[in-house]
């Protein structure tokens, strides 16, 4: 079948609605995706966000939760936190950290006796003492194992803190000291220390002096009291007891000082006596005693004599009067046999003549016994020639008394 060819205008028609409607359609895809694409207000994403395709212009916000900041790779955005590797510092000190806001920690001051402290605007320092604040938490208190606090003090001053595995505070021994022979701590007269080491004598004492050094004690160097605790006692050595200045007392055995039993008493004759052209006795220069009154004494004694034979010797006793004399006496002169002469119940007046010579003296021996009344006086042997001669007579040195009272 044959159609008629059509008109060129109607196929120009046909072909632009088609054109119109292809054209219509691809506008309303176009404005899906402009929807689809199209952020109004704020749009919160977690994770990765990407874009592709992109074109035409974007506004509005895009906000991050929990990230720090975005990354754009070609057309990929992506949101990850930012590590310190990527972080650029410098000396600005814009943003360190003050009281008032978080920041960046100051540049280090190169030193490692400061630290950072907590000043309006932190600063490094020296931590002073001043600075801590210190608790009765005793976690980080020192041990053998590590650095650390010091205990609490135990509040006594006896005590101090020792080197245990977990030290604390304790008196210190003597056995706990490590010394040696350095004398720098040595005590001083300007400070407490160390004795000096021992100079192994038993009979040196350390002294006080600038230096103190051990020496011997002398007598001078003592201090002596009125305290009796280290007085001689029968159980122990010590110091004589002070004087009861009384010349009749003596320490006896006891330690006290008391007087005396009655003892001998030596009266000697130390050096020769002469007399010539003399007949009348007299005392002789040493051999006398004082007796006291209402006393007993016992006085024997011996005297030597010599001289020319044609002087002789004659002699007496004379003492105290009243009381009761007992005087037993014998003599010899010149290498005569000796003569006894009874006992005198008084002081013998009468003079006993005796011959001697120079080389063949004589001797008078006697025992007296006087109980004195109630007048002391002088008992005392007498002397003379028993005939006057200008030759000497003398009576030695060596001539003696004794007597004891009672």
């Known amino acids: 079948m044959n159609f008629a060819p059509a008109p060129l205008q109607y196929v120009r028609d046909i072909w632009q609605g088609i054109l119109n409607e292809i054209k219509r359609v691809d506008g309303q895809e176009n404005a899906k995706r402009d929807r689809a694409n199209t952020f ?21 916000d895009v906000t991050l939760a929990g990230e720090t ?11 990850a936190k930012i590590t310190e590797a990527q972080q650029n ?24 006796t400061q630290f950072l402290n907590g000043a309006a605007a932190p600063a490094f320092a020296q931590v002073k003492d001043s600075d801590l604040s210190t ?16 205990p609490k003090s135990p509040a006594d001053a006896t005590q101090f803190l020792n080197g245990a595995a977990t030290p604390a505070y304790a008196q210190v021994k003597d056995s706990d000291l490590s010394t040696s022979d350095i ?25 006080g002096a600038a230096t103190p050094a051990y020496a011997q004690v002398k007598d001078s160097d003592l201090s002596l009291s009125d305290i009796t605790t280290n007085n001689v006692s029968t159980t122990q050595h010590g110091f004589a007891p002070k004087l009861p200045n009384d010349a009749t007392k003596f320490l006896d055995g006891t330690g006290n000082y008391s007087a005396p039993a009655a003892g001998w008493t030596l009266v000697p004759k130390t050096s020769d006596e002469s ?12 051999l006398t005693l004082s007796m006291a009154a209402n006393t007993n004494y016992l006085s024997p004694g011996v005297i030597f004599f010599d001289g020319v034979a044609a002087a002789g010797f004659q002699y007496q006793f004379t003492g105290p009067s009243g009381g009761t004399k007992r005087v037993e006496r014998h003599h010899a002169g010149g290498g005569n046999t000796p003569v006894f002469q009874a006992a005198d119940s008084s002081y013998s007046t009468t003079n006993a003549g005796l011959s001697s010579t120079n080389t ?47």
Do not use: M
């Not at 109004?40 to 974007?58: E, F, P, W």
């Not at 000190?93 to 009281?99: K, L, M, P, R």
């Not at 007048?375 to 005939?387: D, H, I, K, L, Y």
């Open 183 to 207: 004398t720098t701590n040595n005590v001083g007269s300007t400070k407490h220390g160390f004795a000096p080491k021992s100079p192994a004598s038993a009979t040196q004492f350390l002294n």
């Open 360 to 406: 063949n003296p004589g001797v008078v021996e006697f025992e007296a016994f006087h109980l004195v009344g109630a007048s002391g006086g002088t008992f005392a042997f007498q002397w003379a020639q028993n005939t006057s001669n200008a030759g000497n007579t003398t009576v030695r040195a060596g001539s003696y008394f004794e007597y004891k009272n009672f």
């Open 275 to 286: 007399r010539n052209t003399t007949t009348t006795p007299s005392n002789d220069a040493a």
């Open 40 to 60: 109004r207000g704020d749009q919160t994403v977690k994770g990765n966000l990407t874009a592709t395709n992109l074109s035409g212009a974007n506004s509005g």
């Open 69 to 79: 900041y975005l990354t754009l790779a070609g057309q990929q955005i992506t949101a």
């Open 135 to 150: 608790s009765d938490v005793t976690a980080n208190n020192v041990v053998s194992t590590k650095h650390g606090f010091a």
């Open 89 to 112: 510092t410098s000396d600005v000190t814009t943003a360190n950290v003050s009281s008032a806001k978080h920041g960046y920690a100051p540049k280090s001051s190169a030193d490692a």
